[in-house]
T-cell receptor, first 114, second 113 residues
Framework: ETGVTQSPTHLIKTRGQQVTLRCSSQSGHNTVSWYQQALGQGPQFIFQYYREEENGRGNFPPRFSGLQFPNYSSELNVNALELDDSALYLC?????????????FGEGSRLTVL | GESVGLHLPTLSVQEGDNSIINCAYSNSASDYFIWYKQESGKGPQFIIDIRSNMDKRQGQRVTVLLNKTVKHLSLQIAATQPGDSAVYFCAESLSGGYNKLIFGAGTRLAVHP
């Protein structure tokens, strides 16, 4: 176990709705990264948060947004859901500034958009 | 462009054999590479990493080889066990660390008794 927990584990939404996914990072970690993994593909980087600020973003539209809280937990918000947003959303925490910054992944939130 | 790909989508091996999973990367500026293992229903799990100033790195039963000349990365698993059955991803980074990893599509390793 990595100590990274995500909720909910599964959810179903319809097109146009909004969704919020949550992530609790491993104790002591100050950085959270979010990845989208479509079925049968590798994860794709969405963005990273470090000390409550966005610290890098992948090729995702603005309707994908996030937050990091003072306790380093994080949220991923997706507005105006599209069918192609159906995927496994992975959160990974790390400790930047000390050590290697190795990512520790949670088990993901499986989003289905109908 | 930035991309990481794999030569073989599925690899089947016998228990006890050695496995070799290959990966090609396209960005010569990538300076850090990581192999991850993902079991069904779980998130990716770190296996081993290597920096671009190295050619080889060994871990417990695993070895990663990096050939910068042909932009090729491989993961060797010695004495493959049923518990090694999973999807394996290589990932590259342009920032020298774990920010903005670029993952390949993955190779499924099936270990048969």
């Amino acid at each position: 176990e990595t100590g990274v927990t995500q909720s909910p584990t599964h959810l179903i939404k319809t097109r146009g709705q909004q969704v919020t996914l949550r992530c609790s990072s491993q104790s002591g970690h100050n950085t959270v990264s979010w990845y989208q993994q479509a079925l049968g593909q590798g994860p794709q980087f969405i963005f990273q948060y470090y000390r409550e600020e966005e610290n890098g973003r992948g090729n995702f539209p603005p309707r994908f947004s996030g937050l990091q809280f003072p306790n380093y937990s994080s949220e991923l918000n997706v507005n105006a859901l599209e069918l192609d947003d159906s995927a496994l959303y992975l959160c990974a925490s790390s400790l930047v500034g000390k050590g290697t910054g190795e990512l520790f992944f949670g088990e993901g939130s499986r989003l289905t958009v109908l | 462009g930035e991309s990481v790909g794999l030569h073989l989508p599925t690899l089947s091996v016998q228990e006890g054999d050695n496995s070799i999973i290959n990966c090609a990367y396209s960005n010569s500026a990538s300076d850090y590479f990581i192999w991850y293992k993902q079991e069904s229903g779980k998130g990716p799990q770190f296996i081993i990493d290597i920096r671009s100033n190295m050619d080889k790195r060994q871990g417990q039963r695993v070895t990663v080889l990096l050939n910068k000349t042909v932009k090729h990365l491989s993961l060797q698993i010695a004495a493959t066990q049923p518990g090694d059955s999973a999807v394996y991803f290589c990932a590259e980074s342009l920032s020298g660390g774990y920010n903005k990893l670029i993952f390949g599509a993955g190779t499924r390793l099936a270990v048969h008794p």
